[in-house]
C-alpha cells in the first residue's frame, strides 16, 4: 500500500491525518481513492475536468509526477506520494 503524505493546509480536510494509506496501481486511482474518503479535499486536488489541478505539485518518492507519466505513474507498495499545493505570495 502506498503512502500519501498530506501537507499541512490540507491536513483539515482529512481529519489532521499526516499520512494515509491507499490502495491504488497508479495516481489517479490514488487521487480518486483519496478524494472518495475524504471529499472536503476534492476542490483542492482536482480541476472542472477532473485533472490534477495544475497548482498542486505531486511527488512520487520525490519525483515530479509531471517528469514521469503524471496520472498514469505507476505505484508500488512502498511508494511515498507527497502532495505540495502552490503557495501565492509576494
Known amino acids: 500500500m502506498a503512502t500519501v503524505i498530506i501537507p499541512t493546509p490540507l491536513r483539515k480536510f482529512t481529519n489532521s ?3 494515509i494509506t491507499i490502495l491504488a496501481t497508479t495516481i489517479s486511482e490514488a487521487i ?3 478524494t472518495e474518503s475524504f471529499p472536503d479535499l476534492k476542490k483542492h486536488l482536482i480541476d472542472s475536468d477532473g ?4 497548482f498542486i505539485n505531486i511527488f512520487v518518492d ?5 517528469y514521469l507519466d503524471v496520472g498514469k505513474t505507476e505505484l508500488k ?4 506520494i507527497s ?3 502552490a ?4
Open 62 to 66: 520525490n519525483e515530479d509526477i509531471r
Open 17 to 19: 491525518a499526516t499520512r
Open 77 to 80: 507498495d512502498s511508494t511515498v
Open 83 to 85: 502532495i505540495v499545493p
Open 51 to 54: 485533472e490534477i489541478a495544475a
Open 32 to 34: 480518486r481513492e483519496l
Open 87 to 90: 503557495i501565492a505570495g509576494g
